[in-house]
């Protein structure tokens, strides 16, 4: 039987290593590329304390379209919503912990899914 010292010695290791796996704000110019049509657009984010801002550039009607959404602290996931004019995509995405890359789901015009994948430039 594990001793009351053993068990805590685990949890405490256990809460060091999920603590040591930080993740990098996704801030920077990147490409997302939709899988769905093999198309890629910019995508301009900054995080700060979990809270994404942005712009996005449509390719069908060129607008520079804002991008909000949030992260959880210091992790891998976020969401997010491209916001143009006449349409928005919901994004749910997981990021590698560089922040270099994310992939994930998104609905784009209320209803039609599909899979990107997002790359930091340089």
């Known amino acids: 039987m594990f001793s ?3 068990i805590l010695a685990a949890a405490v290791l256990v809460s060091t290593a999920a603590q040591a796996e930080t993740f990098k704000p996704l801030t920077g110019t990147f490409t ?3 899988i769905n049509n093999d198309a890629t657009n910019p995508i301009t984010l900054k995080e700060v304390n979990g809270k ?3 712009t996005y550039k449509s390719d069908s009607d060129k607008a520079m379209c804002n ?3 949030l992260r959880e602290q210091g992790g ?3 969401q997010g919503t491209i ?3 006449s349409w ?3 994004l749910d995405g997981a990021s590698t912990p560089n922040g270099r890359m994310s992939a994930g789901k998104y609905f784009a015009y209320g209803d039609a899914p599909g ?3 997002m790359t930091r430039g340089k």
Do not use: D
């Open 88 to 90: 928005t995509i919901e």
């Open 52 to 54: 994404i801002t942005g």
């Open 76 to 78: 891998a996931l976020w």
């Open 32 to 34: 997302i590329r939709w």
């Open 4 to 6: 009351r010292f053993a």
């Open 67 to 69: 991008v909000t959404g």
């Open 83 to 85: 916001i143009c004019p």
């Open 115 to 117: 899979a990107f994948v």
